[in-house]
Nanobody
Framework: QVQIVESGGGLVRPGGSLTLTCTASGLSTTGMMKWYRQSPAKQREWVATSFVEGHAAYSDAVQGRFSISREGSRNRVYLEMNSLKSEDTGVYFC???????????WGQGTQVTISS
């Protein structure tokens, strides 16, 4: 059974930093690993992608402030968030792709709140 678990969320002041971790269990192999976020006022939006080949892609909203990395041997993906702003507040979700079947799996999300 595949299980995706995010952790590391919390309350941070503007300008602060936070690192999220996502761990996938029950997956024999992983392809793309992504982070999304959703706030009450917005639809779920894509944040960043880590590709198997090693490169990454970011939304314009987080480019230059966030960094995604993966630890393939442990089926983990991280999201390092710096220079946080109030608009970064939301529930952050991890999305992991099985590299053979291309099926995508979602976690339950972790809350990130940026407030003074």
């Amino acid at each position: 059974q595949v299980q995706i678990v995010e952790s590391g969320g919390g309350l941070v002041r503007p300008g602060g930093s936070l690192t999220l971790t996502c761990t996938a269990s029950g997956l024999s192999t992983t392809g793309m690993m992504k982070w999304y976020r959703q706030s009450p006022a917005k639809q779920r939006e894509w944040v960043a992608t880590s590709f198997v080949e090693g490169h990454a892609a970011y939304s314009d909203a987080v480019q230059g402030r966030f960094s995604i990395s993966r630890e393939g041997s442990r089926n983990r993906v991280y999201l390092e968030m710096n220079s946080l702003k109030s608009e970064d507040t939301g529930v952050y979700f991890c999305n992991i792709q099985h590299s053979a079947t291309m099926q995508e799996y979602w976690g339950q999300g972790t809350q990130v709140t940026i407030s003074s």
